[in-house]
């Protein structure tokens, strides 16, 4: 079993309640807009990092992390981006790959909309964590715990800082 924290849109910005949310976890995901190598290299500190580049991320972030990830974990395949849209509205880049090959979870960041929603058509589930920077128009700023045990995922927490 791992736990997982999982969050995106940092947008630059350094929470010290990131460290004491993410410390228990095995992994910690970004969803992009990470905003500077900083924020990247203060989270690898906590646990092993896993990222993909949003559009607001530089040179720099986008040389170290890629636009999209696909991998397995426990057993469940992932696939996250940036820009991704959720089930029923997914974005063009990224819309034939879940059609032609679901994988068990996908997710994505950028609308900083807190999501987490089965899709019954494609048998997968989405998460969006919502946006844990202080950029944008949202109004609490979020970031999702999950475990993963034998391709299953439970216990997931919604924190808001």
């Known amino acids: 079993?791992?736990?997982?924290?999982?969050l995106s849109d940092t947008h630059a910005h350094w929470d010290e309640r990131y460290e004491r949310y993410l410390k228990e976890c095995n992994e910690i995901w970004h969803a992009g807009d990470?905003?500077?190598m900083e924020v990247a290299m203060r989270?690898?500190?906590?646990a092993p990092l896993r990222a993909v580049h949003g559009n607001i991320d530089g040179g720099d972030v986008r040389r170290m992390f890629p636009e999209r990830l696909r991998w397995r974990c426990e057993g469940a395949e992932i696939l996250m981006t940036h820009i991704g849209g959720y089930p029923g509205k997914y974005a063009p880049g990224v819309k034939h790959l879940l059609q032609a090959?679901?994988?068990?979870?996908?997710?994505?960041g950028h609308s900083h909309i807190l999501k987490v929603q089965y899709d019954?058509?494609?048998g997968l589930l989405?998460?969006?964590?919502?946006?844990?920077?202080l950029?944008?128009?949202?109004?609490?700023?979020?970031?999702v715990r999950f475990s993963i045990?034998?391709?299953n995922f439970k216990d997931l927490e919604v924190v808001e800082l």
């Open 1 to 6: 079993m791992k736990r997982i924290g999982l």
């Open 34 to 36: 990470i905003g500077s």
């Open 43 to 46: 989270l690898q500190e906590i």
């Open 101 to 108: 090959n679901p994988p068990n979870l996908f997710v994505s």
């Open 120 to 122: 019954d058509r494609l």
């Open 126 to 133: 989405h998460i969006n964590p919502g946006a844990a920077g």
């Open 135 to 143: 950029q944008g128009w949202q109004q609490v700023r979020t970031l």
């Open 149 to 151: 045990e034998d391709g």
